[in-house]
C-alpha cells in the first residue's frame, strides 16, 4: 500500500496538507474573494454598476480557485486539478473556505489514486474526483457551522459583558476567526452585529491584518503591507501552523485598539463591515456609513484600525523577535514549501 501511495505522489502528512496545500490555497482565496472585496468596493463608491457585479462575480468563483490551488500544491495530474475545481466550489458552498479546503484534499488525493488505472480514465479520474469531494463537502458543512455558530455564541455573551470585555473579547475572536479559513464576514451577517459591537469586530479584524502586516514587514516588505494589510491576514495560516506565536502580537494588537474605538471614540460599525476589517477598506467605509465623514472621524478611523495595531504588533514582534520566539522568514508569504 505504501508503494502505491508512493508511485501516486500521495505524501500524507501535517506538512502536505496544512502547511503546503493550505499555503496554495490561501493564494487561490486571494486572487478571488480579496480581490473581488477590493473590486466591488471600489465599484460601491464610484456608483458603477458592472465593477460591482464584477467584484461579485470573482468573489463567489472563490471555492474553485482553492479547489484548483490545493489540487496543483499536491502535484494532482491536469484531469485531477480540472475536477477538483468542482470539489472546491461545492465545499464553499456548504462549509465556506474550510469546506472548499477540504473537500479539495480528499477529492485531489483520491483523484491521483485512481489517475490511469483504468481504460475508460477520461470517465472514472472526474466522476471519482468529484464526487468523493462533494461528498466530504456535504458531511463537513454541519462541523464547521457548528463551529461558526459557537463562535457566534461566545460573541453574544461577550456582548452581555461590560463595554472593556466586550470590545476585548470580541476584537479577539473575530480577528481570529477572520484569520483562519471560517468566514469572519459569515459570523458578523448571521449575528447581525451593529453599533458598539460591530466596531469592535471590525477593529478586531483589522488588528489582524495591519498587525501581521506590520510585524512581517521584514520578511514581506511592501508588498506584505498590501496583500495582508488590506488583502487577508489568512495567507499567514501555514506560518502560524509552523510557528503559532506570530499570532501573538496581531492579537494583543486587536484587544488593545478595541477599546479605545469603541469606548474612547465611540465608534460603530454595522453587519457588512464587522468581520471585514481593512479588506477591501470595507470595515472604516462602512464606519464612515453609519457615522457620516468628518475629518475627526477619519482621524480616529485611522488611528484605531491602523495606528494602534501597527504600534502595538511592531512593538511585541520586535521584543519577540530578541527572545528568538519569531525568527527571519516565520512570516514570509512568498517562500514556497518543499
Not at 477538483?84 to 485531489?108: E, I, M
Not at 514581506?220 to 501552523?241: D, K
Request: charged content about 10%; overall charge neutral.
Amino acid at each position: 500500500m505504501r508503494a502505491f501511495l508512493t508511485k501516486k505522489g500521495v505524501n500524507p502528512s501535517l506538512r502536505t496538507y496544512f502547511i503546503k496545500a493550505m499555503g496554495q490555497m490561501t493564494f487561490g482565496l486571494f486572487a478571488t474573494l480579496i480581490i473581488g472585496i477590493m473590486i466591488r468596493t471600489i465599484g460601491e463608491q464610484l456608483q458603477l454598476e458592472h465593477v460591482i457585479e464584477l467584484g461579485q462575480f470573482t468573489m463567489d468563483l472563490y471555492g474553485a480557485a482553492i479547489g484548483a490551488a490545493v489540487a496543483l500544491a499536491l502535484g494532482a495530474p491536469n484531469f485531477v486539478v480540472l475536477a477538483t475545481v468542482v470539489c472546491g466550489a461545492a465545499g464553499a458552498l456548504f462549509g465556506g473556505p474550510a469546506g472548499s479546503f477540504l473537500a479539495a484534499v480528499v477529492g485531489a488525493e483520491i483523484g491521483k489514486l485512481v489517475a490511469g488505472e483504468t481504460k475508460i480514465d477520461i470517465l472514472v479520474t472526474p466522476i471519482v474526483t468529484i464526487v468523493s469531494g462533494y461528498t466530504v463537502a456535504f458531511l463537513l458543512g454541519a462541523p464547521i457551522q457548528f463551529v461558526m455558530l459557537s463562535i457566534g455564541e461566545a460573541i453574544t455573551w461577550a456582548t452581555t459583558q461590560s463595554p472593556f470585555v466586550m470590545s476585548g473579547i470580541v476584537a479577539v475572536l473575530m480577528g481570529l476567526a477572520l484569520t483562519a479559513p471560517i468566514s469572519s464576514a459569515a459570523i458578523a451577517i448571521m449575528l447581525d452585529l451593529t453599533g458598539m459591537t460591530a466596531a469592535a469586530a471590525a477593529i478586531g479584524c483589522a488588528g489582524q491584518m495591519v498587525g501581521f502586516a506590520v510585524a512581517s514587514y521584514r520578511d514581506n516588505r511592501v508588498s506584505g503591507l498590501f496583500s495582508i494589510g488590506i488583502g487577508t491576514s489568512m495567507l499567514l495560516i501555514p506560518h502560524i501552523i509552523k510557528n503559532p506565536k506570530i499570532l501573538i502580537p496581531p492579537t494583543v494588537a486587536s484587544f488593545v485598539a478595541a477599546p479605545i474605538g469603541t469606548i474612547g471614540f465611540g465608534l460603530v460599525n454595522n453587519a457588512a463591515g464587522a468581520g471585514m476589517g481593512t479588506s477591501g477598506l470595507v470595515g472604516p467605509i462602512m464606519t464612515f456609513t453609519e457615522m457620516g465623514f468628518s475629518w475627526l472621524l477619519f482621524a480616529q478611523v485611522v488611528v484605531c484600525y491602523v495606528v494602534i495595531p501597527a504600534i502595538v504588533a511592531l512593538l511585541l514582534s520586535e521584543w519577540m523577535r530578541t527572545k528568538g520566539w519569531i525568527n527571519v522568514n516565520d512570516m514570509n508569504i512568498m517562500q514556497k514549501e518543499k
